[in-house]
């Protein structure tokens, strides 16, 4: 089975919300919520992949050295195994917007069971929330 190294990012905003996009239509997945992020290619750092993902997709930069390991997904799909390794951002430059034609929102942690997610994605959210109210708690 083929293996897809996809980065991901929790962009977590001063009110302690994270970014969500839909997937767009004409992708796989359609309608669905996840966390930002994309394809790592050859050569590219997962880091590096996000600084990348974030500029061509929501118009902001990141800078790499803001990214903190948080979690990973291993999840077997029908036609590949994906492997994500989620890194929390903090800041950012810029007002994060759909350059590719998805819907973004911020999300606070009670809510994001309310947005549906691919099955790699949903495993996820406990961690996220705990960092998510992390943030909460260091900004009050």
């Known amino acids: 089975m083929k293996l897809v190294l996809v980065a991901a990012i929790a962009l977590i905003d001063g009110q302690g919300r994270v970014l969500l996009a839909e997937r767009p ?12 992020g994309g394809k790592v ?6 880091e590096a992949c996000l ?7 929501l118009g902001i930069g990141i800078d ?16 590949f195994h994906l492997l994500m390794p989620v890194f929390a951002c903090r800041r950012w430059q810029g007002e994060p917007r759909g350059l590719e034609g998805q819907r973004i929102a911020f ?4 809510r994001l069971s309310d947005y549906p997610m691919p099955p790699a994605d949903a495993p996820l959210l406990e961690v996220i929330a705990a960092e998510m109210d992390r943030a909460a708690a260091a900004a009050g």
């Open 107 to 110: 999300a606070p942690a009670e």
């Open 51 to 57: 600084v990348r993902e974030c500029a061509e997709e």
């Open 64 to 79: 790499a050295a803001d990214l903190s390991p948080l979690t990973f997904a291993s999840h077997g799909y029908d036609d």
């Open 25 to 36: 239509e004409g992708k796989s997945m359609a309608g669905l919520w996840e966390f930002p």
């Open 41 to 46: 290619e050859p050569g590219e750092s997962p």
